[in-house]
């Protein structure tokens, strides 16, 4: 039996080449299967390897081989890798209120272009574009060319610096509210309306009246706010409140 690797003629019945000691295996001619040695036919495809094969199959076992003692191999599946990367997550200002002044069709043009240039700058720092979500984009870098100063690129597509935080533990703030408490609050301006109304139905409830206020509105319209600066100018000696 021929050795594949070294070509050395083997007696019948070996298992290993005499000459190199590599494994004898039969590769057959129909479909590159290797069986091992002695096989009569082959494991995978049910031809007789005691056969000599015919042109065609020759043909065609070489076309799927480099060379007629080389037997290609399944290339090695990818292995994983443990990197750092960079993320940076953006979204356009302005789109709700553009969406309600132009055309479907006008915005959808607005934004191509705008996907398109983000493209552009993206790459310029050797970054991809992950995904976009309406307004939003994606953007990785460190993926899947990873340089030293990824953090750096992703945030130059910014023309003014910007200040980094760490994360150092878990707060214990609850709400957008109770953080911007601590940051300091706005001047509450625009409000008199509601505020009339809440003072309204406190006398009612002070009269013997019960009342029920539901405060409704889109998120960051200010509802949080509505109620602190309710709460905080009642006087506490007469009236108590309690927060579930």
Do not use: W
């Amino acid at each position: 039996m021929k050795c594949r690797k070294c070509q050395f003629e083997n007696p019948a019945g070996s298992k290993f080449c005499n000459e190199c000691g590599s494994k004898l295996e039969i590769a057959c001619s129909q479909c590159s299967h290797v069986n091992p040695a002695g096989s009569k036919f082959c494991n995978k495809c049910g031809l007789n390897l005691a056969q000599p094969s015919t042109p065609s199959e020759s043909s065609q076992a070489l076309k799927q081989t480099d060379s007629p003692s080389a037997l290609p191999e399944a290339a090695p599946l990818p292995e994983g890798e443990r990197r750092q990367a960079t993320i940076v997550f953006s979204d356009l200002s302005g789109y709700t209120s553009m969406n309600e002044q132009l055309d479907p069709e006008e915005v959808e043009a607005i934004m191509s272009r705008i996907k398109k240039e983000a493209v552009i700058i993206v790459e310029r720092h050797e970054g991809i574009v992950n995904q976009f979500v309406g307004d939003e984009v994606l953007a990785l870098f460190g993926i899947p060319a990873a340089h030293e100063d990824d953090p750096m690129r992703a945030v130059r597509g910014k023309t003014k610096p910007l200040i980094p935080y760490h994360v150092t533990g878990e707060s214990a703030v609850q709400t957008r509210f109770e953080a911007a408490k601590i940051q300091g609050l706005t001047t509450f301006t625009g409000r008199e309306q509601e505020l009339t109304t809440l003072y309204a139905c406190l006398d009612k409830t002070l009269a013997g009246k019960g009342q029920f206020v539901t405060v409704l509105g889109e998120a960051g319209l200010g509802k949080s706010r509505l109620t602190y600066e309710f709460r905080h100018s009642l006087n506490k000696s007469a009236i108590t409140v309690l927060l579930l």
